[in-house]
């Protein structure tokens, strides 16, 4: 099924890098591989257990929330840009998968209300102070992964648990950014 979702979004994305400012930040689609290494080192970390609810505040075209599912994860997306959300709704479908995309603005604890509880909120590079307060929150025992070019990121209103480089080995190693795993202060 991974493999299955990393040749549809290489299909996807063809035509060229799509960077998009939108209203409420930007979308920059996240490379799957990396992705899938972050889900890794949250089942090294004994915090991924099947059936657990996923959220992804800025969801973009979907393919995080196609990742989560693939690893028997329950999967939300929250996307603000109508266009983004109706692609990755498409996306998806195309895939077989049955994540739920809602439209909405992950920082207003309103567009939560159909999510039922959050185990594991993810926010890639964008207003992740604004997604882990909202997230925090709805579920104060969620566990919060984000992406970010900081070693050690600030601001985030949760307690920092650890921290893993996040590499590409395109001629040569370089270092593209760090995951970050965080939990409530309590």
């Known amino acids: 099924m991974l493999k299955n979702i990393i040749d549809y979004y290489a299909e996807v994305d063809a035509p060229g890098l799509r960077i998009k400012h939108t209203e409420k930040g930007l ?3 996240s490379h799957l591989p990396h992705i899938i290494d972050a889900f890794k080192f949250l089942e090294r970390m004994g915090y991924f257990k099947e059936g657990m ?3 992804d505040a800025g969801s973009g075209d979907g393919r995080i929330l ?8 329950r999967a939300f997306g929250i996307e603000f840009e109508e266009t983004l959300c109706s692609q990755a709704k ?3 479908s195309s895939l077989g998968i049955e994540a739920q995309v809602l439209q909405g603005d992950f920082s ?3 567009t939560f209300k159909e999510i039922p509880h959050i185990d594991i909120g993810f926010n890639y590079e ?4 604004d997604a882990a307060k909202a997230m925090m929150l709805h579920s ?7 992406h970010n070019i900081k070693k050690r990121p600030d601001g985030l209103p949760l307690r920092h648990i650890s921290s ?10 370089y270092l593209t950014g760090w995951f970050h795993l965080h939990g409530n202060q309590q």
């Open 27 to 29: 979308f920059l689609p």
């Open 53 to 55: 609810t996923f959220c």
């Open 66 to 73: 196609a990742v989560a599912e693939a690893y028997g994860m």
């Open 90 to 92: 498409e996306n998806l």
């Open 108 to 110: 207003e604890q309103e």
């Open 126 to 129: 964008n207003n992740q102070r």
């Open 140 to 146: 104060s025992d969620m566990i919060f992964l984000h």
């Open 164 to 173: 893993f480089p996040c590499v590409d080995f395109v001629n040569n190693y």
